[in-house]
Antibody
Framework: QVQLVQSGAEVKAPGVSLKVSCKASGYTFTAHFIHWVRQAPGQGLEWMGRINCKNGDTDYAQQFQGRVTMTRDTSINTAYMELNRLTSDDTVTYYC??????????????WGQGTLVTVSS | EILMTQSPATLSVSPGVRATLSCRASQSVSSKSAWYQQKPGQAPRLLIYDASTRATGIPARFSGSGSGTEFTLTISSLQPEDFAVYYCQQYANWPLTFGGGTKVEIK
């Protein structure tokens, strides 16, 4: 079954780090980019960045530069998103999404189920 | 950063009726746009990419059109399962950006 399965919900204290995993199955992991998108409660979608699962190259949104790190482990078909120095504004649902395999297109044809992160003291 | 503006914010329609959703980009994105559907508690689902190409498994009642700065998602005859929030996205320029969404609700 082709799917992305994310790690479970977390509660974090302000100032600490978060690491969310995204395990892929049913397809060739290294053939696609994985993007991370987040969504505040009742709000729209915000792109955070992407990782090339073949070579590990990354692109990050400017507002997260210096605070986010995206990695992958090809031995277990899993991508990771680590976000540092959490604040209450980081209380959102984080999604991983697979980039479609169409030349010139960066749409997402598969999404993880989402990971709700609550930042609270 | 390219701003994607969706209208209307809420669309109240009856089942069986045609729905037209709009998305405007702050600068040209050519055909590099997509539409997603999101239901409460679920991840978004890809409907349309490259402005007008239906994604795998998407019913023919969903169609996309437009290029440059103006894009439209049309649902030819709304089914009960189509009531949801719809987002447009551009991927012509970094950072990738999404519109604020249009909620399609039952009238």
């Amino acid at each position: 079954q082709v799917q992305l399965v994310q790690s479970g919900a977390e509660v974090k204290a302000p100032g600490v780090s978060l690491k969310v995993s995204c395990k892929a199955s049913g397809y060739t992991f290294t053939a696609h980019f994985i993007h991370w998108v987040r969504q505040a409660p009742g709000q729209g979608l915000e792109w955070m960045g992407r990782i090339n699962c073949k070579n590990g190259d990354t692109d990050y949104a400017q507002q997260f530069q210096g605070r986010v790190t995206m990695t992958r482990d090809t031995s277990i078909n899993t991508a990771y998103m680590e976000l540092n120095r959490l604040t209450s504004d980081d209380t959102v649902t984080y999604y991983c999404a697979r980039e479609i395999l169409v030349v010139g297109s960066t749409a997402y044809d598969m999404w993880g189920q989402g990971t709700l992160v609550t930042v609270s003291s | 950063e390219i701003l994607m503006t969706q209208s209307p914010a809420t669309l109240s329609v009856s089942p069986g009726v045609r729905a037209t959703l709009s998305c405007r980009a702050s600068q040209s994105v050519s055909s590099k746009s997509a539409w997603y559907q999101q239901k409460p508690g679920q991840a978004p689902r890809l409907l349309i990419y490259d402005a007008s190409t239906r994604a795998t498994g998407i019913p023919a009642r969903f169609s996309g059109s437009g290029s440059g700065t103006e894009f439209t998602l049309t649902i030819s005859s709304l089914q009960p399962e189509d009531f949801a929030v719809y987002y447009c996205q551009q991927y012509a320029n970094w950072p990738l950006t999404f519109g604020g969404g249009t909620k399609v609700e039952i009238k």
